[in-house]
């Protein structure tokens, strides 16, 4: 049976990559970024959830060394 959290960190995992490869396609874009103080939000929440996805899966594969 699926465990949970790889369904999870899968899809934070995927969606965190979209969102960095977008910021990193549109950093030349200044006008983009001027409502967040000139910071690249979509490069910075891309990566946390990246990591956060990473994290799960590798819950994941430690739940299963366990049983």
Do not use: P, Q
């Amino acid at each position: 049976m699926i465990d949970i959290r790889f369904a999870i960190g899968l899809f934070f995992t995927i969606t965190g990559g979209l969102l960095a490869f977008y910021g990193l396609t549109t950093m030349s874009r200044a006008e983009l970024y001027h409502k967040s103080l000139d910071i690249n939000v979509n490069i910075w929440a891309g990566c946390l959830m990246g990591v956060f996805g990473l994290l799960m899966m590798g819950l994941t594969r430690r739940g299963r060394e366990g049983k």
